[in-house]
């Protein structure tokens, strides 16, 4: 134990080390924002300052420009830990979800281990995850990289989320999908000939107000929201072409697959009311709900504690979204710790105070401690006996019961 505790120092001593060079590229990242698939420069420099200290990276994997691989150096056989980064940003919110703190939480955390390695059995691996929001097109990058098999050979998986509170819960997220409706009507003029054309823009607002009505009857736990994509042209055009999004979430995937239908019976209804063709795609990976392990909950509960960040067991507001994270967790025991960045619990994610937090010295700091915890949750699953058999078998008996 006690020489488990000297490695927890060594990475604590090491992540404070590197704390100039973690924040300025927290900084940077958080004032240069880039969307999903785009973050080439974000990835690019996480990249670079883990290759520099040893790490063997290979960058552009599963299909994705901006996904990476780094495997430590000091890494030898044995059980293999990956530790997540995030890098992408919303559409005109920037870094309202604080993705610049989970990238250099987890490059931390690979600097800091890569001192430690050596004394260690086993592998860290700094994967560089892209586009989790699903603003980006094909976003999902954790589903793209499961399926191109980034993940094989991976024991467990850690990473860090900024909160408006510092929680380890097993709350899970929520299973989501995203669909793309597309409506093709007939131009005409709208004044002069009105009843020439098919008006792909009352197809969007049947299907949009028949959504509306679904809401009521479905479970509390559904959340079905949309932006409307193309509303016509011209005013004085019946439009011919109107596109909407929405993407639909639920507790668990079975009842989302029925929410589905019903949402898709919404616009093959307002496509058949209106005489528009309808086409209609699913514009990313579903993301599944997470499964929080409670061995590596504890783990990384105690960790925070050990460098004095109070942890609570419930939260103020539940505040559910969902995460690719969630794909991950159901192939291997994963925990994604959140942390406190705003001075309120009461800031909702995804919004301009939060997007400012992300950019303030309490997030600074939180990321700090969350490199801390991750490395150390790294240590205790790569050194301490039974610890990861302990979180496996915890996750064989998650699934077996969620399935
Ligand atoms: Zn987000
Ligand atoms: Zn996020």
Redesign the pocket.
Same mark, same amino acid.
């Given at each position: 134990m006690s020489d488990i505790a000297a490695l927890k120092q060594r990475v604590c001593a090491a992540v404070d080390r590197w704390a100039g060079e973690l924040i300025e590229t927290a900084d940077w990242i958080h004032a240069h924002p880039e969307l999903g698939h785009q973050e080439h420069e974000a990835a690019r420099r996480l990249a670079e300052i883990l290759a520099a200290n040893g790490a063997t990276v290979e960058m552009g994997i599963a299909g994705m420009d901006t996904a990476f691989k780094a495997v430590l150096a000091g890494s030898s056989p044995g059980p293999t830990v990956a530790v997540l980064a @995030?890098y992408d940003a919303l559409p005109q919110l920037g870094h309202g979800?604080g =993705?610049n703190l989970i990238a250099t939480s987890a490059l931390g955390a690979g600097l800091a281990l890569t001192d430690v390695l050596g004394d260690l059995a086993g592998s860290v691996w700094v994967l560089g995850t892209p586009a @989790? @929001?699903s603003a980006a097109p094909n976003a999902g990058g954790k589903v793209h990289m499961i399926r191109a098999g980034t993940f094989d050979g991976v024991d467990a998986s850690i990473m860090f =989320?900024p909160a408006a509170e510092t929680t380890m819960t097993d709350e899970r997220s929520l299973a989501a999908r995203g669909f793309e409706f597309f409506f093709h009507g007939k131009a005409a003029h709208a004044a002069g000939a009105p009843e020439e054309g098919i008006n792909a823009l009352d197809a969007v607002v049947s299907m949009y107000n028949a959504v509306s009505m679904l809401r009521q009857q479905v479970r509390s736990d559904v959340r079905i929201h949309g932006i409307i994509l193309s509303g016509g042209a011209a005013a004085n055009i019946i439009p011919d072409y109107a596109a909407i999004r929405y993407r639909t979430r639920s507790d668990d995937a079975d009842y989302l697959e029925e929410i589905v239908q019903k949402v898709v019976a919404c616009a093959e209804g307002a496509a058949r009311a209106t005489g528009c063709r309808l086409e209609w795609n699913e514009y990313l990976p579903p993301y599944e709900n997470t499964v929080p392990n409670r061995v590596l909950m504890g783990l990384m509960k105690e960790n925070l504690e050990a460098l004095g960040v109070a942890v609570a067991t419930t939260r103020k507001r539940t505040s559910r979204g969902s995460t690719d994270f969630g794909n991950v967790t159901r192939i291997m025991p994963g925990v994604e710790a959140r942390i406190g960045i705003t001075e309120s619990w009461e800031v909702p994610?995804h919004s301009i105070e939060f997007q400012q937090a992300a950019g303030t010295d309490r997030a600074r700091q939180a990321m700090l401690h969350a490199a801390k915890a991750l490395a150390m949750t790294a240590i205790d699953l790569l050194a301490r006996p039974g610890a990861l058999a302990e979180a496996k078998a915890t996750f064989a008996d998650d699934m077996g019961r969620s399935q």
């Open positions: @995030e979800c =993705h @989790e @929001e =989320h994610a």
